[in-house]
């Protein structure tokens, strides 16, 4: 206050650095905002999405540069560039397998003999013979008709995968006759390996097939009837390609067992392994030969 009573009021006005009201601090924290409002939605829209969609876009941030093919479903694609399946895979595998044997003409005629099981191993598919041999006449290990085009029928779709595979052959109990040095275990790994030779040549790779064995009679299919002719079959393993795969406990395998034997029309039976490792193969027997 001055001395004539007059009051004299300074204002003084800051300065926000050089912009003044147009400062960028807030347009920063509202970008943030949105980008976290954007990806809570994409959170959301994923809990709602079905599973192909969520394998869809899992497949992308693992491999962002396309080269898997169609990753998002886990069931085709090449080699290390795919996938490996879980068990919600081999359920989609076993029906898309089934519905290609009921489209084709001849092979719908025989599709209860091919048998599909998941299992603690994988997707287990069975060829089970009858008492004219199906797959494979009687003490053959050359495939039949129904036979070749069957396994290139699966050999077509399994190539497709990024999963290994074992390969099985079991006879009956009945004893190879004709040749003292030919056998059963001859027999079942001989036929085996004619699958394995086939399907290599009808789209399934090299590199997929593991295992081949040979179990004789040591693993029947129905112990009660030793002789039945459904003893007799090949057996692929379509194998879980993740190292965490789950183990088949013996209820599972019981009731896989079961699941199975019904399909074929038996009572449920338990398998047994076998008793002692296949030997080396020898060649195929002579015609006119008799075996299981």
């Known amino acids: 206050m001055n001395s004539t009573g007059q009051v004299i009021i300074i204002k003084k006005k800051k300065v926000h650095g050089n912009h003044g009201h147009h400062g960028g601090a807030?347009?920063?924290?509202?970008?943030?905002?949105?980008?976290?409002?954007?990806?809570?939605?994409?959170?959301?829209?994923?809990?709602?999405?079905?599973?192909?969609?969520?394998?869809?876009?899992?497949?992308y941030f693992t491999d962002p540069t396309g080269k898997s093919?169609?990753?998002?479903?886990?069931?085709?694609?090449?080699?290390?560039?795919s996938i490996g399946m879980n068990k919600d895979d081999m359920g989609k595998l076993k029906e898309k397998l089934e519905a290609a044997i009921k489209e084709s003409a001849p092979l719908?005629?025989?599709?209860?003999?091919?048998?599909?099981?998941?299992?603690g191993e994988g997707l287990r598919v069975e060829l089970l013979e009858d008492e004219n041999g199906i797959f494979f006449a009687?003490?053959?290990?050359?495939?039949?008709?129904?036979?070749?085009?069957?396994?290139?029928k699966l050999a077509e779709e399994i190539g497709k995968l990024p999963n290994k595979v074992t390969m099985?052959?079991?006879t009956d109990s009945r004893p190879y006759k004709g040749n003292p040095d030919y056998s059963n275990w001859e027999l079942s790994t001989d036929r085996a390996n004619a699958a394995r030779r086939w399907m290599t040549l009808h789209g399934m790779r090299d590199d997929q097939v593991i295992q081949v064995r040979g179990f004789a009679d040591h693993s029947l299919r129905d112990p009660a009837h030793p002789q039945e002719a459904s003893n007799r079959r090949i057996t692929l393993i379509i194998q879980y390609q993740f190292k965490d795969a789950p183990t088949e406990s013996s209820a599972e395998k019981g009731a896989e067992g079961a699941e199975g034997q019904k399909a074929a029309g038996k009572a449920p039976a338990g398998e047994k392994p076998a008793s002692k490792p296949a030997p080396a193969a020898k060649p195929t027997p002579p015609a006119g030969s008799k075996a299981a």
């Open 138 to 152: 009687s003490g053959s290990a050359l495939p039949s008709e129904y036979g070749r085009e069957l396994l290139a």
């Open 69 to 81: 093919h169609d990753v998002g479903n886990g069931l085709h694609g090449n080699g290390a560039d």
């Open 168 to 170: 099985e052959g079991h």
């Open 108 to 119: 719908s005629k025989i599709r209860e003999h091919v048998i599909f099981t998941i299992t």
């Open 26 to 59: 807030w347009k920063v924290a509202y970008a943030d905002f949105v980008t976290a409002m954007m990806s809570l939605f994409i959170v959301l829209w994923l809990l709602s999405s079905s599973e192909q969609v969520k394998k869809a876009v899992g497949g």
